[in-house]
């Protein structure tokens, strides 16, 4: 899965010498908590977010009368409280490198190029729906959370016990172990008797149960 499969392929933008307060109001209609920010040409020179707008924002210990505040935000452009050094991705960066950069940089969006055109964005409510989707989140089945020792062929044996009930796997996922000769395994299973498989996985060498629910 890349960033091309879950961005929003047409993200909306502002024009630089847009005011802050029509950028604060474009984004509460449309309901978006980043704005790429384009020049004349269409070419994006920054991005804005809401909190730099409530940073623009007079405090509201000032003195200042509210005729004088919005005269003083008309003032202010998008391009003046954006940001201008921008961390991007593209269209074919897997998914799990653009979350890694959300991550580490702390950031709520990426917006995607390609050869230096704004194609798309991505944000972290994106990344948060499609980890939804891998782990089957929103579906029916039996979540079984379970430990394996860490060596060649063990998924294919948890795989083989689950078909061997009848039943199978709707989503997968791995996770590291305090137990370093370990590795964890988040299953959503489907068509299969809860105790029945819990027998079966319980009979692999190595293999520790952890938590079984229906979800």
């Not at 940073?55 to 452009?77: F, M, N, Q, R």
């Not at 194609?119 to 990344?127: A, H, N, P, W």
Request: charged content about 30%; hydrophobic content about 40%.
């Amino acid at each position: 899965m890349f960033v091309k499969d879950r961005m929003s392929k047409h993200p909306l933008t502002v024009n630089g010498d847009t005011s802050v307060s029509e950028t604060h109001k474009y984004m509460l209609e449309q309901k978006v908590r980043h704005l790429p920010v384009v020049d004349k040409t269409g070419r994006m020179i920054g991005l804005v977010t809401d909190g730099d707008l409530l940073k623009a924002e007079p405090s509201s210990a000032t003195s200042l009368s509210v005729w004088e505040i919005h005269s003083l935000l008309d003032k202010v452009t998008a391009k003046d409280v954006m940001v201008k050094e921008v961390i991007t991705t593209t269209e074919d960066t897997p998914i799990e490198e653009a979350a890694g950069l959300l991550l580490d940089h702390k950031i709520g969006c990426l917006p995607v190029l390609r050869e230096d055109k704004l194609v798309g964005i991505i944000t972290e409510s994106d990344i948060f729906r499609t980890f939804l989707e891998m782990f089957a989140a929103r579906q029916k089945g039996l979540r079984i959370t379970m430990e394996v020792p860490d060596r060649e062929g063990e998924l294919a044996r948890v795989s083989q016990a689950i078909a061997g009930q009848g039943g199978y796997i709707a989503a997968c996922g791995v996770f590291m172990s305090e137990d370093p000769t370990k590795w964890g395994l988040v299953l959503k299973v489907r068509n299969v008797n809860r105790e029945v498989l819990v027998d079966s996985l319980s009979k692999i060498e190595g293999a520790n149960i952890l938590d079984t629910r229906e979800a």
